[in-house]
């Protein structure tokens, strides 16, 4: 049976679900999630910093409020923590309730810290001298590194604190997050089990993170891939042009090929509303698959 449709078959209310939070303004500011009364979950902060010390970390957890598994709770890990956790309902947790769920931010009160986030997600493509594109004053580059903080300090301090289990692990992340989630498939196969690519920038460097072949994981991985059919890309780098909407969809197709990913494309949204819309997306995929 074609995994495709088992996914938009078989989570009925993954369109209503698209529709309902797709129309919500991508950068409308409300409280943390971790703020919220949730029937389902309870929350933590943790707080770290970057190895160089020049990026600090606000880690809020959401932990289902039953007994843990035998074996640790299934878990969703969320780029962009900060955003993420204002842009999910308790709705959308409550409907995963043994799902634990941690939003990976910046020690900040805003939603993105952008030039944190545009080190931290982005492969070295240039090695240390690899800067942003679009702003090449800020260094780039940074994804190995935020790989290593996740996996050596992250992972253990979460151990200390929750039952999680290590073989049942997702990763969501839009956007320039998105191709973090690429990256760590590609490079990392093995650090989670699930991956959840939302509109991931496959333009940066024109695709050069990408040019070897993925690292094959011991067991199959499930990766699910999301992009606006309506994506106009406004970034602005000297030299080039961005992708039109129908290059976006294709090179978003094209990754999935690579990489035996389901793919799902949400009608008429542009760049920013498909942050919103792929994060209970992201809830139930990983609900399913881990």
């Not at 999630?33 to 943790?46: G, Y």
Request: with cysteine.
């Amino acid at each position: 049976m074609n995994r495709r449709r088992i996914l938009l078959g078989g989570i009925g209310g993954l369109w209503g679900v698209a529709g309902r939070v797709g129309a919500q303004p991508a950068q409308a500011a409300t409280p943390s999630l971790a703020q919220q009364p949730v029937a389902s979950h309870t929350f933590t902060t943790l707080r770290l910093n970057s190895a160089d010390g020049l990026r600090p970390y606000r880690i809020e957890v959401a932990i289902p409020r039953r007994p843990a598994p035998a074996t640790g709770f299934p878990s969703l890990f969320l780029c962009d923590g900060n955003a993420a956790f204002m842009a999910l309902k308790p709705a959308d947790l409550e409907a995963a309730p043994g799902l634990a769920v941690i939003a990976m931010g910046y020690d900040t009160t805003g939603r993105f810290d952008f030039v944190s986030r545009n080190y931290d997600y982005t492969p070295a493509v240039n090695g240390p001298d690899t800067v942003d594109e679009m702003t090449p004053a800020n260094r780039a580059g940074g994804a190995e590194a935020f790989t290593a903080l996740i996996r050596d300090t992250l992972l253990p301090m979460l151990a200390a604190e929750i039952p999680l289990d290590p073989a049942r692990r997702a990763l969501w992340g839009h956007s320039l997050g998105g191709l973090f989630v690429l990256h760590t498939r590609f490079r990392h196969p093995n650090l989670f089990r699930t991956y959840i690519a939302a509109s991931p920038s496959l333009w940066w460097y024109e695709g050069r993170a990408f040019t070897d072949p993925p690292l094959p994981p011991p067991s199959p991985r499930h990766v699910l891939l999301i992009a606006g059919g309506a994506e106009v890309n406004r970034r602005v780098i000297a030299g080039r042009p961005m992708p039109t909407p129908e290059e976006t969809v294709a090179a978003l197709k094209a990754m999935a090929g690579r990489l035996g990913a389901e793919t799902l494309i949400l009608p008429s949204l542009n760049h920013g509303p498909v942050f919103t819309a792929s994060l209970p997306l992201a809830v139930q995929f990983a609900t399913k698959t881990l």
